[in-house]
């Protein structure tokens, strides 16, 4: 990074500037401490956090089944004000709203010119905040590539409007869009969770002529019928896979939708697809995953399997925002809790413990 005299005096006069942010230890040890505030260099951004979330993968991470560095400040869905642009970021200004994706591609590499942006650099590359960078449940938050990533929030939306686009909005209907869903689809998503949600959600924007939810938590399945449901089945009360062959006339679904990585969500998707029918998974899945071979007409039925890692950048989330500018998407209603940065943990417990029907809770630092 060129060091100019006018960043080496802005140095000297934020050296001793700090933040609180929630810094992740070690497995089940996060704490809200004072750390240095980030700075802008050459094409970054440092936006000051007016809203962000917790994520099911911030739990994933704070049991330490999803490693990242102790010492790493977590989370990666940011809504913010433009407190310092680096060089080289042109358009916009100090204060500006912006929404960030939880992806933050490059926009540069081969991965991300190859169209592959959640994969720029590499492997689940594109995945930078709280995960190989500081990320967003903090005061500021440094924004890399920020030419890339900064989308301009419109002045008639507000944060809570546009939060839940970063990540579970831009995951859940990217379901549809891996699937190539066409209209008159039938459609399967199993698992009615915040990114189930969505996909739901999704299948509704795209035209799906049927969706079936599948969710057993009552508050999921009443909130799966208001995100667009048909209907919605409970897997403890009964065989889906059965009442969703029935459903489609023994045909199976076009798009089956596995969001929530287990084996037996993902073989559940497998057996209620037509041949030829598209199982589009979103899951994290850990261990290992074996595909039966029966569903799959041992290889032979033209069954697709596709998975999608969250697409980012600013362009995705100009297109999302503008779902919600025109009354065609409001997540408001999965929302359900309210934290200031301070009460994080609590936040993490709750959210962690799906406590009195939490969906997905706002953070405000
Ligand atoms: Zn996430
Ligand atoms: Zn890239």
């Known amino acids: 990074?060129?060091?100019?005299?006018?960043?080496?005096?802005?140095?000297?006069?934020?050296?001793?500037?700090?933040?609180?942010?929630?810094?992740?230890r070690g497995p089940n040890q996060i704490k809200v401490e004072t750390v240095p505030m980030p700075r802008a260099g050459h094409g970054d951004a440092v936006i000051k956090i007016t809203l962000t979330t917790i994520c099911g993968t911030d739990l994933h991470i704070l049991k330490g089944e999803y490693p990242v560095k102790a010492g790493l400040i977590i989370g990666h869905e940011p809504v913010g004000v433009i407190h310092e642009l680096g060089q080289g970021v042109d358009g916009y200004k100090i204060g500006d709203r912006v929404l960030v994706g939880a992806i933050t591609p490059c926009g540069q590499c081969n991965f991300c010119l190859s169209g592959n942006w959640s994969q720029c650099g590499g492997a689940i590359g594109g995945w930078k905040f709280g995960n190989t960078i500081p990320g967003a449940q903090a005061e500021y938050l440094l924004v890399p590539n920020a030419q890339a990533n900064l989308a301009k929030i419109p002045d008639e939306l507000s944060d809570e409007q546009?939060?839940?686009?970063?990540?579970?909005?831009?995951?859940?209907i990217s379901a549809v869009e891996s699937a190539d869903l066409q209209i008159g689809d039938s459609v399967a998503v199993f698992a009615q969770g915040p990114i189930g949600l969505c996909a739901t959600a999704g299948a509704k924007l795209k035209g799906a002529s049927l969706i079936v939810g599948v969710e057993s938590d009552p508050v999921r399945m009443e909130m799966s019928k208001r995100m667009g449901a048909d209907i919605v089945l409970d897997f403890t009360q009964g065989d889906v896979i059965s009442q969703i062959k029935g459903l489609t006339r023994n045909r199976g679904v076009d798009v089956a939708i596995e969001a929530l990585g287990t084996q037996p969500t993902f073989e559940n998707a497998l057996r209620v697809l037509r041949p030829g029918g598209t199982l589009s998974s979103l899951g994290v899945y850990s261990g290992k995953l074996s595909v039966p071979l029966e569903p799959f007409a041992a290889g032979l039925g033209d069954h697709k399997i596709v998975t999608t890692l969250c697409p980012g950048g600013k362009e995705r989330m100009r297109r999302l925002i503008e779902l919600v500018r025109h009354g065609r998407l409001d997540l408001t209603p999965l929302l359900t809790h309210t934290f200031s940065l301070e009460q994080i943990a609590e936040a993490y417990r709750v959210f962690g413990e799906r406590r009195s029907g939490v969906l997905k809770v706002a953070i405000r630092p």
Do not use: E, H
């Open 162 to 172: 546009v939060l839940l686009l970063a990540d579970i909005a831009s995951t859940g």
């Open 1 to 24: 990074m060129p060091q100019t005299s006018y960043g080496i005096l802005a140095d000297c006069k934020q050296a001793s500037a700090t933040m609180r942010a929630l810094v992740f």
